[in-house]
């Protein structure tokens, strides 16, 4: 019997190094195919971005902080045996989380000024608010002592942060960016920012059932 849903499986078959690997992937193509120009000043999409730039780097530091350190929250191991590890590397995510949302939304509006669509500066809104709710109010169930609800909300929390590389990973492999329009592009962004709590659910609902299946199997009832 193999079980999919974590860590402690029975098989050889593990689902959470997987999406681990995948991110990292996604990290790795969002580099190298949309962020390149970020190490070659001579790039021309600088002049787009030259009046906000240096509120790029504020931004992009917060997000790689968010993105990179995240899955170490998740993991089991780490976090049962370095405790004091767990709660540093989630207080630099949260923070992270809690200057990239506000700062995303104040950049897009800067380049609505250069041209881009005003529904755009309303999805990012969106999509910031709901990086910004979902963090805050994992921080604050962490506060109280309250671990699941805090590990919930935090799974949501990454969920959203998520639709940053998900995004462009799907724009770029699925061949949409070539001719550009606009349109294609908002509907994939909203589709993403739209399903990212229902992911995050999923996710959630995932960890349950294999919580369940673990204590079911500790608590064994002597057949009659």
């Known amino acids: 019997m193999v079980d999919i849903t ?3 499986f029975t098989g050889a078959f593990r689902l959470k190094p997987i999406v681990f690997a995948a991110i990292g992937l996604m990290v790795a193509y969002v580099l190298y195919h949309n962020e390149r120009f970020l190490i070659d000043s001579a790039a021309p999409v600088w002049k787009h971005y030259e009046p ?4 790029l780097l504020p931004h992009g530091l917060a997000g790689a902080c968010a993105l990179i350190l995240a899955p170490l929250q998740f993991w089991d191991g780490l976090r049962r045996r370095h405790l004091t590890l767990h709660r540093t590397t989630g207080a630099i ?3 992270g989380a809690l200057v990239l949302a506000p700062l995303g939304a104040y950049i897009q509006i800067l380049n609505e000024l250069q041209g881009a669509a005003r529904s755009f500066s309303v999805e990012t809104a969106i999509q910031s608010s709901l990086l ?3 963090t805050l109010i994992g921080l604050i169930f962490a506060l109280w002592g309250k671990i699941d609800q805090h590990r919930q909300w935090m799974v949501r929390s990454y969920a959203v942060a998520l639709t940053f590389l998900e995004i462009r990973v799907f724009y770029g492999l699925s061949g949409l960016e070539e001719p550009f329009d606009w349109h294609v592009l908002e509907t994939i962004v909203w ?3 739209a399903s990212a709590l229902l992911v995050g659910d999923l996710a959630n609902l995932v960890y349950d059932a294999r919580v369940g299946r673990r204590a079911t199997a500790r608590v064994r009832v002597p057949a009659e």
């Open 6 to 8: 974590g860590s402690g």
């Open 132 to 134: 910004f709710v979902t």
């Open 191 to 193: 589709s993403f920012t």
């Open 93 to 95: 995510y949260v923070a």
């Open 52 to 55: 906000f730039k240096w509120w």
